[in-house]
């Protein structure tokens, strides 16, 4: 049994570069949720897909945010031009899809991404 | 969107303490879950518990759905429960999890 998986773990890239990061889910979860953390706060909901459709985004992602699952089984993140502001956490969750929402979400480790 | 408090902040314990933490909600949730978040960030599922009681082992939590609350006991404390715990929550049919801004356990031995 393999819990929802991440990579890298770890990104240092300098301002302006374009970075992209992996999440695979539980096998069998068709729900999937990027988040990020700062330091010192709680996780905050970027977007989340069903199957391969993203089907909400948060005012946090940015145009040069965008995040694809593109035949319903792993994700991308990819953040182009970085700045500074963008180093935190990045954490993927996934669950499975029920008749309603209030499903338990599992997350990954994570990819702390540091922009110098 | 619904806030979510957790108190206290900060909590420091004697090894072998028993403890208790809160999450107070603004509005009515489908899902409440517990998490422990480690030294390496990863959050850990402690508990899902949209209402009612649940145990493992020295944890504990309960949900009181109707009063928007949820506490979390820790009991016999070890230098291991150390870390940051979060509480978050989602309301009906909004599919993401809103966090707290978490509670930061030491235990000292």
């Known amino acids: 049994d393999t819990g929802v998986s991440q990579d890298p773990r770890h990104k240092i890239t300098k301002r302006g570069q374009n970075v992209t990061f992996r999440c695979d889910p539980i096998?069998?979860?068709?729900?999937l949720y990027w988040y990020r953390q700062t330091l010192g706060q709680g996780p905050e909901f970027l977007t989340y897909?069903?199957?391969?459709?993203?089907?909400?985004k948060s005012r946090l992602l940015s145009d040069r945010f965008s995040a694809e699952r593109p035949k319903g089984s792993f994700s991308t993140l990819e953040i182009q031009r970085t700045e500074q502001g963008d180093s935190a956490m990045y954490l993927c969750?996934?669950?499975?899809?029920?008749?309603?929402?209030?499903?338990?979400?599992?997350f990954g480790p994570g990819t702390r991404l540091t922009v110098l | 969107g619904i806030q979510v408090e957790q108190s206290p902040p900060d909590l420091i314990l004697q090894e072998g303490a028993n403890s208790t933490l809160r999450c107070n909600f603004s509005?009515?949730?489908?899902?409440l879950q517990w998490f422990h978040q480690n030294p390496w960030g990863q959050l850990i599922n402690l508990f899902y518990?949209?209402?009612g009681t649940k145990q493992n082992g020295r944890l504990s939590a309960t949900t009181v759905a109707t009063e928007r609350y949820s506490l979390l006991y820790i009991s016999s404390s070890q230098t291991t429960d150390s870390g940051v715990y979060f509480c978050?929550?989602?309301?009906?049919?909004?599919?993401?999890?809103?966090f707290g801004a978490g509670t930061t356990v030491t235990v000292r031995a």
């Open positions: 969750a996934s669950s499975r899809a029920g008749l309603t929402s209030g499903i338990e979400q599992f």
């Open positions: 096998s069998e979860h068709n729900r």
């Open positions: 897909f069903q199957n391969e459709a993203q089907l909400e």
């Open positions: 509005d009515s949730v489908n899902n």
């Open positions: 518990i949209p209402s």
């Open positions: 978050a929550v989602e309301l009906a049919n909004d599919y993401k999890l809103s």
